[in-house]
Structures are given as C-alpha cells and as structure tokens.
C-alpha cells in the first residue's frame, strides 16, 4: 500500500470525491427519512451537530476501505465490470459496518432505520458508479491522453523483465508514467534499451539519478541477483522522495496470493517504507494492549473449555511454552495450548528436515494447496487437532502480546534453531515485533515455501499500516474458521 505522501495526484483527487460521495449519500438518506439533524453542541460558540460529525468521519473510513480494497489502483479504476464489482463490495462493507454501528450504539445521530439504510445503499450505488465508471473513469482518460498526469518513471534493471516492463508502459499510456530511462550494471552507459530510453548510470547513483532527472516512480525490476542484493536497493531506493514498486522475480509469491496493482499485463508490488515508523510502532502497542486485555476476558470460558479438553485428552500439562526468536534476535518465552505428546518439541528428526527444508530454498507454484508444514502426525493428540486446525491452540499467545514480546499482526516468531540458520537477509523479516497474524497465516499459512513465507514477511514490514493490520485480523477469522491450510 503505498504511502499517502507518495501516491499520484489523481488519487488524492479520487479519494475526495469518494468521500464527498458517501457524504452525500448518508446526508441525503437521512433528508429522506423526514427527520432533522440530531446531537446539536457548541464549539467555540457556533452550533455543531454531533451526527455530521460522525458522518464526516465515517465517511473517511469508508474511504479507507476503498483504499484496502484497491480502488485507487490505476488498473481498478480504469476499468468498468472490476471497478463496479469492488464498489459493490466496498459497500456491502460499508453498510455491515453501518449497521453494526447502528446496534451496539444506540443514538439517533447514526441511521436508524431500516429505510434510510436502503436510502443510503440505492443512492451511494447510483453516486459511486456513475461518479466513478462514467463520470471519473473518461475524464482520467482524456486528460492521461494528454500528458496532464504524467509522472517520470525510472526502470532499476535493464534484463529481460526490464524490458517487458517498458513495453508496458509504452503499450499501456492511461497508467501516466513517462520512462526516463533505465540503470543497470551490466550495460554501458548511454545504451539504448527500448525507444529511445538508455541506461542512465549505475544502480549505486540511484539517489543522484532520482534528483537529476526529477523521477516520480521508481520501479525495481531487477532479476538474476540474490534478496540480499534487491533488498539493498530498495532500502535506497525507499529513501527517496518517489514512489517505489517491485516487478521482479523474486517476489513472484505477492502478486500469486493478494491483489496487486498491473501495468499493462505485469504485476508490480507497492512499497511504502522499508520500516514502520515510531507513530505507528506506539498505535500497535496501545491497540494490541487492548484489545489483547479485552479478548482475554470475553474468550476466558473457551480458555477454560480448551484447558478442560486437553487435561482430559492426554497426559501433561494445559499449557505449551517455548523459547522463540523475537524482534532483533530478542529470545522470549512463547506460549500455545499443547496439542502435542509430551516432548514433541525435542524431535530432532523434525529439526533436521526443518533445516533442510529451509536450505532447499522451495518454492511454491500459484495456488497451490499442499501444505508444506513439517509436523510429526503421530505425536499430535486427538483435541489438539482440532485446536491446529482451528488455530484455538494460538490462543494463550495473547499473554506474549500482553507483555509486550508479540503484537496481534506481525511476522510469526522463529525458534532459536532456525535463527542460527537465517541468512541475513531472512533475519530482516524480525526486524519488527511478531505477531500472532500476519500476511503469511492469511495469504500463504502452510502452503507456501520458506523463502516466499519471507517475502511475505518483508511485504507486510515494508507496507505496515494501521488499515493493513485491520484487514489482516478480519481476514485471519475465516482462516481459523475454515482451517485453511492448517496442520
């Protein structure tokens, strides 16, 4: 999810109307419903009304959502039949969201009727599509015809893949990036790479490049290089002021198992940040206190029914703890319901293919459904299969985020024999709190090899978000409730 300072002037022009849209739409169901504006105050001595505030910020959020549902990529909102499909999805969520509002707060400034709920969904449908498919969609069109929204691109990787990436956006002129050129090490400088577009200088001028030739987007292209080295670059490269995509290779895992934005018929990967910011590392800290406190006082029968199941199911205790690998190599004491024999966790035959596993560097095909988890069935107790498959057996972690060694949404924890076997590159994916969730539970969990579970890790790091962790605790109750991809 690129970062707000970084996006395309459209999309900020774009985000306005939406969010005047649904505006509109909440006020005008409410004029139609026959009844005033309610929650009136005073600030600084001119009269408020507690209900348009609220509709100005739920409208925002609204907005947000879009944001998380792709409505300001440049391949959605070009289109006709996948933009009004995820309009429509957008607000059937919206109206969940509203009407979920509506019952546990009771208040006459939110909709509170079930005609002005229908009110709201026929006129935000009629707003949103005209405003967007027909009103939108041309005028973007016209203008992007005309050079109005054209940023300076620059292309890191001159291969293959480079190129295919510049036919693209030669093919594909409504995206609005004008090439530059190109860097590369392995051609000379000056080297006509496709239509007139040369190889500017060497990846290592990146920064110098970015301010001589006043580029907007930068898009990371590079291939037959290692992670480490791609890594490095977009370390660089996100210390610009442009925007940063990947389009290479070795993050093919991404764009095979989440939405992506598509130039032309290419994949390309957003980058916000190489790491989180302090702003968003305290949010996470006060959200995960909270509502880890809250779950584990709401969830305290299913704890005790859990703990009632397993004492009952085998010999040993309730409770699994483990030492595990923490943010920077910090080692913390971890804790699950056990749903294993007693001294599963000194299998060393487990251990072994572990490692080996990890060293094969396997990779997994789009979509594929076979788990690549090593676990020991044998050792697994009957309620404990259940509480894997469901993931009920993650559960007590909510003590770890309590004190402050996990978050909610994070990269999962290592064990200390894996640690020893990361390379460099790998440990970066623990250069931030983990997290009983993340992008490899709701994306890939189990099914995706060690280097892509990587990838993943590192994409969620370099695109964390306060929207991006909501959506990834939403998206991890159907997983539990499905057990997709659970062993």
């Known amino acids: ?27 005008i169901a409410i004029a139609l419903r026959g009844r005033d504006f309610a929650g009136e105050f005073k600030f600084v001595g001119a009269p408020l009304e507690w209900e348009a505030i609220f509709l100005c910020l739920f409208s925002a959020a609204a907005t947000a959502g879009f944001t998380y549902l792709g409505l300001y990529s440049v391949n959605v909102f070009i ?34 009727s079930r005609l002005a709920m229908v009110y709201f969904s026929v006129i935000s449908i009629v707003l949103l599509i005209g405003g967007r498919v027909i009103v ?3 005028i973007y069109l016209w203008l992007s015809r005309r050079k109005v929204f054209h940023r300076n691109a620059l292309i890191v990787g001159a291969g293959q893949n480079g190129k295919n990436l510049a036919i693209n956006l030669f093919l594909n002129d409504h995206l609005g990036l004008h090439l530059v050129g190109f860097l590369d090490d392995d051609l000379s400088l ?37 992670h480490m080295r791609l890594i490095t670059v977009l370390d660089i490269a996100t210390a610009t002021d442009a925007v940063v995509k990947i389009s290479s290779p070795l993050y093919d895992v991404v764009p095979s198992r989440l939405f992506i934005e598509k130039y032309g018929n290419l994949p390309v990967v957003g980058i916000s940040h190489f790491s989180p910011g302090p702003a968003l590392e305290v949010y996470k800290r006060v959200f995960d206190s909270i509502v880890a406190a809250t779950g584990l006082l709401f969830l305290a029968p299913i704890l005790m029914t859990i703990a ?17 690998i923490g943010k920077n190599g910090k080692p913390f004491k971890f ?9 599963s966790d000194q299998d060393k035959d487990r251990e072994k293919t572990v490692v080996q ?36 057996d993650e559960l007590p ?43 490899w539970q709701v994306a890939g969990r189990s099914v995706v090899g060690f280097e892509d579970m990587v990838v993943l890790d590192l994409y969620y790091i370099q695109n964390a978000s306060v929207l991006l962790d909501f959506g990834l605790l939403l998206k991890t109750l159907p997983v539990m409730l499905f057990g997709s991809g659970a062993k």
Request: proline share 3%.
């Open 1 to 27: 999810m690129v970062a707000l300072k970084k996006r395309p002037s459209y999309t900020y022009i774009l985000m306005a109307l939406d969010w005047l849209t649904i505006l509109a739409a909440l006020s």
């Open 79 to 112: 289109t006709v039949a996948d933009q009004t499909v995820r309009i429509l999805k957008a607000l059937f969520f919206t109206l969940l969201s509203l009407a979920l509002l509506a019952f546990f707060i009771r208040t006459s400034w939110i909709l509170d």
């Open 136 to 138: 939108f969609r041309n």
């Open 190 to 226: 000056g080297k006509v790479v496709f239509n007139r577009s040369k190889v500017l200088g060497r990846v290592a001028e990146l920064k110098d490049i970015v301010n001589v030739f006043d580029i907007q987007e930068i898009i990371v292209s590079l291939e037959n290089v290692d």
């Open 308 to 324: 009632a199941a397993i004492r009952m199911d085998s010999r040993g205790p309730i409770f699994f703890s483990q030492t595990r």
């Open 335 to 343: 804790y699950k319901f056990r749903s294993m024999q007693i001294g």
């Open 357 to 392: 596993f990890m060293q094969t560097k396997a990779k997994t095909k789009p979509l594929q459904k076979t788990s690549t988890k090593i676990v020991n069935e044998s050792r697994v107790t009957q309620v404990g299969r259940f509480l894997r498959k469901t993931s009920l």
């Open 397 to 439: 972690q909510l003590f770890n985020v309590l004190k402050g060694d996990m978050s909610l949404v994070g990269p999962r924890p290592c064990l200390p024999y894996e640690w020893d076997h990361y390379e460099e590159w790998h440990k970066r994916r623990l250069t931030v709190m983990p997290g009983c969730t993340g992008m």
